[in-house]
């Protein structure tokens, strides 16, 4: 026990040598170092991954609910569809149409004339808008469909406005 320090009352010399201890801990322990901004980067990037984590756990779900509805929708009809998942390159020129009874119905228009494809399109009463771009590797000498947008695998409703592209050389 040091000199300088009173024994307090009803402490026996142990106790006293333990308070005298942790005092001369407190007084010589230097100060820990804590760098807000490397805390705050952590806990933003955990708070991203957590937000990215959740938006991709909706998306799984999303997804799943809309194929389940896409199936009790059809009923009994068993139409073939390509998800996402399986769904081709040629598929830039491919629209999905849900018709008015439910159906889902597969209009591919790669290389046809605009003609042909507006036609196709006013059948299921989509409204086409046409753009023409200048391409070598164009399927016919003029006028022939090179994209669509929006394509499968998305759906379109009537009334909706699909965008054409088609090329000449």
């Not at 490397?38 to 806990?43: D, K, N, Q, S, Y």
């Not at 491919?94 to 004339?113: C, E, F, H, M």
Request: with cysteine.
């Amino acid at each position: 026990m040091s000199s300088h320090d009173s024994q307090p009352s009803g402490c026996g010399l142990f106790e006293q040598e333990l308070v005298n201890a942790m005092n001369d801990f407190v007084k010589t322990a230097e100060t820990p170092h804590f760098d807000t901004a490397v805390i705050r980067r952590g806990a933003r990037r955990k708070q991203a991954i957590t937000t990215a984590g959740i938006a991709a756990a909706l998306m799984v779900a999303c997804g799943a609910g809309t194929a389940l509805a896409t199936n009790a929708a059809g009923g009994a009809s068993h139409t073939s569809v390509q998800t996402a998942a399986t769904s081709t390159a040629g598929d830039g020129t491919t629209v999905l149409v849900r018709t008015s009874n439910g159906k889902i119905v597969r209009q591919q228009l790669a290389g046809v004339s605009s003609t042909a494809a507006r036609a196709a399109l006013i059948r299921y009463d989509l409204t086409p808008a046409f753009t023409r771009v200048k391409m070598s590797d164009c399927a016919k000498q003029q006028d022939a469909v090179a994209a669509v947008s929006p394509h499968a695998p998305t759906l379109v409703h009537a009334g909706d406005t699909i965008r054409i592209t088609t090329c000449y050389r």
